[in-house]
Each structure stands twice: as C-alpha cells, then as structure tokens.
C-alpha cells in the first residue's frame, strides 16, 4: 500500500512540476522561431480601407496591411512610408509592417 502512494505522489508531482514549467514565468518555445527577417522601406498609396485595414499600390504592386500594424486607419489617397519586414527564415509571421511616415504627422 505504501509502494502505490508513493509512485501517485512521485506521478502527480513530475505532472505538477510540468505544468508550473508553462505558467507565466515561462512562456516556452516560441511558435515557428527563429527567424529571420529582410526590411524595407517602401511607399504606398491607399486604394482602399475597411475595418481591418488597408489596400496599397506601391511600385512592386497591390500590398495589404492590417489595421493592427496601422494604427489609425489611413484615408484612401493617403500616402504612407513603411517598414516591411519579409520572412527569409523560418516559419513566423510572413511580413510585418510599421508606419514610418503617415498624413498628419
């Protein structure tokens, strides 16, 4: 009887402990890292805006930008300077972008 609690106590202790390993201190391995990133600048023109961001025309092309990278959401004709960072390694987010440049500032 003494054998069985002790290997429930050594089981809920090792799960326990694996479990503490993911609290908030921790927040394990990163999703898709490492990676590695090329940056640009790049100029845009918005063509079109909803709710959840924005179309440009830029010189390589149409791009879309969400609208959690924006900020405020530009106004069609508006012309923005942005960074864009373009995946090159790995398997995190493709590209991101940062205003560099907007209307107003």
């Given at each position: 009887?003494?054998?069985?609690?002790?290997?429930?106590?050594?089981?809920?202790?090792?799960?326990?402990?694996?479990?503490?390993?993911?609290?908030?201190?921790?927040?394990?391995p990163?999703a898709?890292?490492?990676c590695?990133?090329?940056?640009?600048?790049?100029?845009?023109?918005?063509?079109?805006?909803d709710?959840?961001?924005?179309l440009?025309?830029?010189e390589?092309g149409?791009?879309?930008?969400?609208?959690?990278?924006?900020?405020?959401?530009?106004?069609?004709?508006d012309?923005?300077?942005?960074?864009?960072?373009?995946?090159?390694?790995?398997?995190c987010t493709?590209e991101?972008?940062s205003?560099?440049?907007?209307?107003?500032?």
């Open positions: 009887m003494k054998q069985r609690t002790l290997t429930r106590l050594i089981l809920v202790g090792g799960l326990l402990g694996g479990l503490a390993a993911c609290g908030p201190d921790d927040p394990g990163i898709g890292g490492p590695s990133y090329e940056t640009s600048v790049i100029e845009g023109t918005v063509t079109e805006v709710e959840d961001g924005a440009f025309m830029g390589e149409e791009f879309w930008v969400p609208g959690s990278y924006l900020g405020k959401l530009p106004d069609v004709g012309t923005l300077t942005l960074q864009r960072e373009r995946i090159t390694e790995g398997t493709p991101i972008y205003v560099m440049d907007a209307p107003g500032d």
